[in-house]
């Protein structure tokens, strides 16, 4: 579309990114910083989410400038993550005064990737401490790194049969108004490009030589409550657009939309389905046009997580 023209996601004003991962043990940790702060909303549409701190990004919650999110694996363990995160930020005068000390706002998802490399090898302190670092150099690369380290998809019938998704990363201008999407893809289903209706990565055939059908096996065993549980599919949008925190919760959901176009099954009980909305800008620009960008941009995001990771599995 000639309205739209790709950029470096290093482009999006207060906004870094890094990385950190342990490559033998199949985790790590990606890291947005907002040194000066953003606005962030949030939808959460999985039924399974491993998350901290997404209370603030409701609008009824106190409008306090969030410093930090973090895209990590290792489940509910891995929010040990933002532990390190948080020290990164103190120790750079980073975070909420409440008078007696800054306290860094961080907000956090995780992916469960304990199947695929080594489940007792988890995102800690020193993890989320070395992606903020990372974040310094602002060179962010998609794939199987940070966060996606251990992301994979098309696990219903277990890891097997699945294959191997990662980091993704896109961005684009329009005009003035600049849209950025940071997405983990570690669903339960098959992933699609929206434009082709092609599926590009999912479940494999007993033999591997092809794709399976997720949603067609997920019929098969519809009587049954033990669903392979290891997904999740996390994401973040970045704008510079000027928008209070209800609207960053509306732009979240209108972001779903891309999941919805590009993962299928999506949403289930045994994903835990996450994507923060941050600003970090003053660009006045209309809400409808920015959640319709946002999930445009999360869809080449997703696609992209797949396609930098290969076809490992």
Same mark, same amino acid.
């Given at each position: 579309?000639?309205?739209?023209?790709?950029?470096?996601?290093?482009?999006?004003?207060?906004?870094?990114?890094?990385?950190?991962?342990?490559?033998?043990?199949?985790?790590?940790?990606?890291?947005?910083?907002?040194?000066?702060?953003?606005?962030?909303?949030?939808?959460?549409?999985?039924?399974?989410?491993?998350?901290?701190?997404?209370?603030?990004?409701?609008?009824?919650?106190? +409008?306090?400038?969030?410093?930090?999110?973090?895209?990590?694996?290792?489940?509910?363990?891995?929010?040990?993550?933002?532990?390190?995160?948080?020290?990164?930020?103190?120790?750079?005068?980073?975070?909420? +005064?409440?008078?007696?000390?800054?306290?860094?706002?961080?907000?956090?998802?995780?992916?469960?990737?304990?199947?695929? /490399?080594?489940? +007792?090898?988890?995102?800690?302190?020193?993890?989320?401490? &070395?992606?903020?670092?990372?974040?310094?150099?602002?060179?962010?690369?998609? /794939?199987?790194?940070?966060?996606?380290?251990?992301?994979?998809?098309?696990?219903?019938?277990?890891?097997?049969?699945?294959?191997?998704?990662?980091?993704?990363?896109?961005?684009? !201008?329009?005009?003035? =108004?600049?849209?950025?999407?940071?997405?983990?893809?570690?669903?339960?289903?098959?992933?699609?490009?929206?434009?082709?209706?092609?599926?590009?990565?999912? =479940?494999?055939?007993?033999?591997?030589?092809?794709?399976?059908?997720?949603?067609?096996? =997920?019929?098969?065993?519809?009587?049954?409550?033990?669903?392979?549980?290891?997904?999740?599919?996390?994401?973040?949008?970045?704008?510079?657009?000027?928008?209070?925190?209800?609207?960053?919760?509306?732009?979240?959901?209108?972001?779903?939309? !891309?999941?919805?176009?590009?993962?299928?099954?999506?949403?289930?009980?045994? +994903?835990? *389905?996450?994507?923060? &909305?941050?600003?970090?800008?003053?660009?006045?620009?209309?809400?409808?046009?920015?959640?319709?960008?946002?999930? *445009?941009?999360?869809?080449?995001?997703?696609?992209?997580?797949?396609?930098? &990771?290969?076809?490992?599995?």
């Amino acid at each position: 579309m000639a309205l739209i023209k790709e950029i470096q996601i290093t482009e999006i004003e207060g906004l870094r990114i890094g990385n950190a991962q342990n490559k033998e043990a199949k985790t790590g940790v990606t890291v947005l910083l907002f040194e000066e702060g953003a606005r962030v909303g949030a939808d959460i549409s999985g039924g399974g989410p491993a998350s901290r701190e997404t209370p603030l990004t409701s609008p009824v919650t106190a +409008d306090n400038p969030i410093n930090a999110i973090v895209l990590s694996g290792g489940s509910a363990y891995g929010l040990a993550a933002g532990d390190g995160v948080m020290r990164y930020l103190e120790e750079h005068g980073i975070g909420f +005064d409440t008078g007696f000390a800054k306290v860094p706002l961080v907000c956090q998802s995780c992916i469960y990737d304990l199947g695929f /490399g080594r489940a +007792d090898i988890r995102p800690d302190a020193d993890m989320g401490y &070395a992606a903020c670092a990372d974040a310094q150099r602002n060179c962010p690369t998609g /794939g199987s790194v940070g966060g996606g380290t251990g992301a994979t998809v098309g696990k219903l019938c277990g890891m097997e049969r699945s294959m191997k998704a990662g980091l993704g990363i896109y961005a684009v !201008a329009l005009g003035s =108004l600049r849209m950025a999407a940071i997405v983990v893809v570690n669903a339960l289903g098959d992933i699609f490009d929206p434009k082709t209706g092609q599926k590009i990565a999912g =479940l494999r055939t007993e033999d591997g030589g092809g794709f399976a059908d997720t949603c067609e096996e =997920l019929y098969k065993i519809s009587r049954r409550k033990d669903l392979f549980t290891g997904n999740t599919t996390i994401g973040a949008i970045v704008t510079n657009g000027r928008f209070s925190k209800a609207e960053l919760n509306k732009i979240a959901s209108m972001t779903r939309c !891309a999941y919805a176009r590009c993962i299928r099954p999506v949403g289930t009980m045994a +994903d835990g *389905d996450s994507i923060y &909305a941050a600003s970090t800008g003053e660009t006045e620009a209309d809400i409808n046009v920015a959640g319709t960008l946002a999930a *445009d941009v999360m869809a080449e995001a997703i696609q992209r997580a797949v396609r930098a &990771a290969g076809r490992e599995g």
